[in-house]
């Protein structure tokens, strides 16, 4: 309850939002007041799938996040709420937020 808490009080920032499962990890930029969402990608996405064939989960994460970060700017979108869900910050949802900070994404 906390996370959602301070999620939904982020201030109209869209927020990146985070699922992983056993074998995948997907992310997405959701604007929430029009309920689109303006950014993702994930390890299932052809044009990356190809790259990541052989690498360890983490590394996966990270170039997903990566990809999250490129996408956004494209997109015009800077800053956002980050929202792991029930997962905990650290091995491939870590990942995935330290290299969408690198790829130019606040939060």
């Known amino acids: 309850m906390r996370t959602r808490n301070r999620v ?7 927020r990146l939002s985070v ?28 044009d990356l799938r190809e790259t990541l064939q052989g ?3 983490s590394d996966v994460a990270a170039k997903v ?4 970060a490129e996408k956004a ?3 015009g979108v800077t800053k956002v709420v980050f929202d792991r869900g029930r997962y905990k910050y650290h091995g491939r949802v870590k990942a995935l937020a330290d ?4 790829g130019g994404l606040e939060f």
């Open 65 to 68: 996040g990566a990809a999250l």
């Open 55 to 57: 690498i360890r989960k």
């Open 99 to 102: 290299a969408a900070r690198e």
């Open 73 to 75: 700017k494209a997109a």
């Open 8 to 14: 939904r009080v982020g201030g109209g920032r869209p």
């Open 19 to 46: 699922f992983r499962s056993l074998t995948n990890i997907y992310g997405q930029i959701i604007d929430d007041e029009s309920g689109r969402t303006l950014a993702s990608a994930s390890s299932v996405d052809k």
